[in-house]
């Protein structure tokens, strides 16, 4: 599975952006497809994450009622729209794949990954 993040820029704080994440390659239903972030000097973070099938989803707190993923298996794609964002989203998001039926929110846990689109939010 080779994963293809993009869709990231630089927005005020307040402000929404979209990433698109485009995965090539046979993927499965019970594949999970999540979203991580890494700011500067912090370890990679979990943001949320959702089922190829079924579409149940998980999100980190600190994003919970501000971010939503979402999924389009004739496309094969996976989105985050980002809303009411802060300066402290600014970071490089990534699109990931896990091979199990569980979500995992460990990033040790993901088998493929995207190359990254940088958010900047500014105050």
């Known amino acids: 599975v080779q994963l293809q993040a993009y869709g990231g820029g630089l927005v005020q704080a307040g402000g929404s952006l979209r990433l698109s994440c485009a995965a090539s390659?046979?993927?499965?239903?019970?594949?999970?497809m999540s979203w991580f972030r890494q700011a500067p000097g912090k370890e990679r973070e979990f943001v949320a994450a959702?089922?190829?099938?079924?579409?149940?989803?998980v999100y980190a707190d600190s994003v919970k009622g501000r971010f939503t993923i979402s999924k389009d298996n004739a496309k094969n794609a996976v989105y985050l729209q980002m809303n009411s964002l802060k300066p402290e989203d600014t970071a490089i998001y990534y699109c990931?794949?896990?091979?199990?039926?569980?979500?995992?929110?460990?990033?040790?846990?993901?088998?493929?990954w995207g190359q990254g689109t940088q958010v900047t939010v500014s105050s």
């Open positions: 959702i089922k190829w099938g079924g579409g149940r989803t």
């Open positions: 990931a794949a896990d091979r199990t039926t569980i979500i995992r929110t460990t990033h040790s846990a993901y088998d493929y």
């Open positions: 390659g046979r993927t499965f239903n019970y594949y999970t």
